[in-house]
């Protein structure tokens, strides 16, 4: 027996011979063969009377047994569950597994998003001939999935339109290795995980989301070969939101999204945006993203061993990865032609033995608490360093210690400590200050109740400097000019805050002094101590004070301070008045091993000061008595 498509009245009723192979199609076409003129028919038959426009039942079947039928839907008992005569489209089937009795198995072909053949006059069909049906690429039907599934090689690519796709809560999405997605909208939600995604790439074979017009990666959809190229925002995100539990990327690739902006919440201004959720992202590859790449907003994620490169939209300071709250891991990673390598924002990440090169502006940028970051490195970025923007930097009572990288700390305004806070410094730290304008000079304040803090033993275990130092850590500007006394402000110490510092070297602060002469105002000098109970117990030694402006080491009523093992040298540079070495204003402090050289004055005194100076040489002191024996 032979198969027989036929309608409910047998008219058409049409025999079928010929093979169909393996995953194959087989392509039928009324007698006049007018209606595709590029695509082979396997059959040509005779329709009869033809198919109404209202409706068939149509019946794939050999001898008496039904193997398939069209589903019949409301408005008729034989009306089409979907197709128009309007403007062509066709009926398509989504599910060839499912059965095609079910009418929520029928669609309309999706128009321009994916067609295959001309009709006789040359102009796109709305269906596909001899080829998939445009709806099968669609992940689910309705643009919602409400139970689990899995996406398989041999069914890829996948498509989500301009409805976007809803992955629900309690739902999963699992994506095999070399799954490619593409997405059409550039204004939809595209897709948003409320239930869980497993993206399953191998180094191999990775998962990739991209453009529709990507021709590279699951080929030409829309079969116009160049005519359209993919471009940075041609959709818009990956959004893992607050009731997403145990999602993970892995070698997975999203290319041309970030159709966003800067109105967004923060978690939608990502190609992927992670909105209060812990996610996994391991060899994640983002680039070609019109905003940031990566939005992590209150999260937890950890990120490894990935990739974000070139993110493009510069007016809105676009970031490879972009960070507001949470504490998110992040390590062995590179950054690489971004508008800006990193943002941070009230968030307390942990950086760790990550690349930056070639981004514009900044490798990092951090605004609020410091957070962790070590063995980081970079080369190339518009501005090379780990930069701190006037905020406070230490949390109420918690110790904040500052690791080594081979990027420079850049300090952009006042890093300020919090009540009852330490700052603290490991060795091989290199923190410069930012030479802008009065405002924005780089300063640690260290207010009441807080420490600043560093243990260490010889003047290079940690060094202070301005930004266009080069000569240690990494070169913050490329081509910038020759440091200079004043290229930032320094240390101020207000009263009741303590410092404890060793081992260490202060170069080219003081800049406030450049803005107030010295007789009139406290904030002058590289480190300014100021207040009767500021010190009490404080202690500098083992350091290194050269050429800062007006002077190196500045006391306003201090009332107690164990200075030993300094050497001060090169202050030269003044608003008014004198520079010096040290200068002290009614305090008392006893110094031991101290060395002055090229000093216009060593040490200058004003008001009624108790300073004792042991192993001094025969410093140049105004006046004369400064240090009692």
Known sequence: SSLVLYASDLSPY???????????????????????????????????????????????????STIDTV????????????????????????????????????????????????????????????????????????GSLGSSKTLTLSNSPYLVNRSGLVVSSGATLTLDPGVVVKIVSPSAPAIQISGTINSNGTLASPVVFTSFSDDDYGGDMNADGATTTPVAGDWRRILIDTTSVGSTFSNTWVRYAGNNNGSDPVAKRGAIGVDSATVSFDGLIVEKSNYHGLALQNSNSTVTNSRFSTSTNSTSGSTGLYISGGSPTISNSIFSGNYRGVSISGATPTFTSNTFTSNSQEAILNSGLAGSFSGNSGTGNGMNAIFFLSSTITANGATTTLLANDLSYVLQGSATLATNSTLSFATGVVVKGWDSAQSNYGLITVPSAATLHFAGTAVGDLVFTGMYDSTVGSAVVSGGRAPISGDWRGILVSAGGKVHMSGFTMKYAGAEAMFFPPMNSIYKGAIQIAGSTATSSGSISNALFDSNYQSGLNLSSVSALTVSDVTFQNHTQKNSGTASGLYSLTSTSTLSNITFSGNTKDAIGSGVNALTCTNCGSPDTTPSNLFVP
């Open 71 to 142: 589903a019949t839907c409301s408005g008729g008992g034989t009306s089409w569950c979907a197709g128009t005569d309007t403007n062509f489209r066709t009926l398509e089937r989504y599910d060839a597994a499912v059965s095609g009795s079910l009418s929520s198995n029928w669609f309309s072909h999706m128009g321009e998003f994916i067609m295959n053949g001309k009709d006789a006059n040359n102009g796109n069909l709305s269906g596909t001939p001899r080829a998939r049906n445009s709806v099968s690429y669609l992940i689910a039907s309705s």
């Open 14 to 64: 049409i025999p079928l011979s010929g093979t169909i192979d393996a995953g194959g199609y087989f392509l039928i076409e009324r007698d006049d063969d007018t209606t595709v003129s590029n695509v082979s028919a396997d059959l040509i038959a005779n329709f009869g009377s033809g198919l109404s426009n209202n409706g068939e039942s149509l019946i794939l079947a050999v001898a008496s």
